[in-house]
């Protein structure tokens, strides 16, 4: 009871007493946890912390570390009371995680702490492909490298040049894994990839190694098709998996997000896979021309829609290539026709499907194909060559030649040319007039003045202002999205005049919420995107997709997260704090709508 009653207490202070009174000074540290040692592949945390106030000016701006991988951060806030005197504190948690092995400096950058500026100290980071463990900290939930751990599998170790070789990603897991997602998924360099990931969740199968029963799934298939020889590494991908905090359950029972017990707590995992090393023969000498650049199987077959035409009428020639191999990489034949026939583009479709040993698909080339004399005509025959990997030699196929009947007589005049053809008609010259030309005024015509044009075309210009009119009442009447983009700006500007009435009140948190309302309102207009439940990775996917610059970006990020930091903290009133706040979100608004109009 007594203990309760002190809680209640402070939490009266702090509603009463303005932020600013909590605490003179400010302070601002950064910190590493687990410590200043990590295992490849395993988490750490940059923690920012600052002391005696929860207005933070602006988001720090980190170094770049490329040692590691960024998983996204999360915002604490403390109030301790201790000899009658209250401190506040905020701690901003930047999640990353190891990549690459060495000892790593992580320089010194600032931090702003209400109108203070302060440096943090640089921090070293020993990043060994030992557990974390053998480093001298122990695991996030004491999870070990042998409970959960990611492989990396290549179905042929040796390839040739353009043959697809599959990689599989297992996950292996001897704890309660409810879902996962990936962190880090590197370019493979000197590679095609085409994802042949079966569709749906996971198949979780129980198998064993190294003599222990694991829960395991594959989690990723790619086939990758090497565009050059030499020896080709394969960087690991990051994953990063959520294990559910109970002790004593069967992992395979709810295993990649099945039913869960009310009020359970997960701990984030990250592992990486090992890297692979993959060597890619060259290709021999003697490639037969055409080449279709697979190395597999291949095969070709032609077909015309019709046996017999009309001359100047159209037929259609369908190309089909199958085969097994990068069949994507296939291009469209060269067709050697007679002068006479006229060819367009062709339209290309394709199906690709994925095989134990690659891909497998089809790829068609419909020509449309217009004959312009008549006769006994012949579509020559389309070859293809490949590299047949199974008899370690180059093969050639081919469609053989398509016999076609042009019926029907030579038109004269330009319908008969050859394609490309030229033909002079006629060779002379009827002059309708010899001698110099004698050029006299007669007076100026009424429609050369300025006054006939306006009077014009006044009519047409009113009809056309209002054919506009019209179509923007349409659209704001039908188009929801146009009417949102429309109102945006307005809407948006009368929200942060509600904002700034507020300012005036004891409580910051209604000012903040309206603020944070008009930035997200104007996101949400302007790309025509739900406003109730947007959260901020939905912001950013459709800012990036909007073409939107980083720095506006960041800018609106760091807005937004100081609105909820300020909705959520105790009642402050700093009126200077909030000027310089609402005067920044008005620039921001202003650089968003000028982008996203």
Known sequence: MRHALRVLTTLILLAILPLGGVAQDTSARAYLTPGNAVGVGQQFVLNVEISGTQAMGREPRLPDMSFAQFLGNSTQSAVRTVNGRTAVTLTIQYRYQALVEGTFTIPSFEVVAGSATHDTAPLTLTVSTAPPATAGQASPGGIGPDDLFITAVARKATVREGEPVVVEYRIWTRVDVSNFGMTHVPEPAG?????????????????????????????????????????????????????????GRDPFEDFFGRSSLFGTSSTPVTVLSNPLTVTVRPLPAGRPQPYSGVAGTLGITARLDRDSIEANDAVTLTLRVTGDGNIRAVPAPVLDLPPDFEA????????????????????????????????????????????????????????????????????????????GGVSQLREDIRFIHLGALGLRPTGRPIFEGLTFWMFLLLPLAGLGGAVVLRRHWDLLEGDVAYARGRRASRVARKRLAEASRLMTGSDARPFYSEVARALRGLVADRLNLAEAGLQMTDVESALERARVEESVRADLQSCLEHCDRQRFAPPASDPEEKTRFLERAASLMTSLDRVMK
């Open 191 to 247: 590679f095609w990839v085409e994802d042949i990931t079966p569709p749906g969740p996971p198949v979780v199968e129980q198998l064993e190694r190294n003599g222990v029963q694991y829960a395991s799934a594959v989690i990723r298939r790619v086939a990758m098709i090497p565009t050059g020889p030499g020896e080709k590494t394969l960087e690991p991908i990051g994953v990063e998996a959520q294990v559910r905090n109970r002790g």
């Open 344 to 419: 367009f583009p062709p339209e290309i479709s394709e199906s690709v499907s994925p095989t134990p040993s690659g891909l497998s698909g089809t790829k068609t080339f419909e020509y449309v194909l217009i004959p312009r004399a008549p006769g006994n005509r012949e579509i020559p025959s389309v070859a293809l060559g490949y590299f047949d990997v199974a008899r370690n030699e180059y093969r050639r196929v081919e469609t053989g030649s398509l016999p076609l009947t042009v019926t029907g007589t030579v038109v004269e005049g330009p319908a008969s040319l050859a394609r």
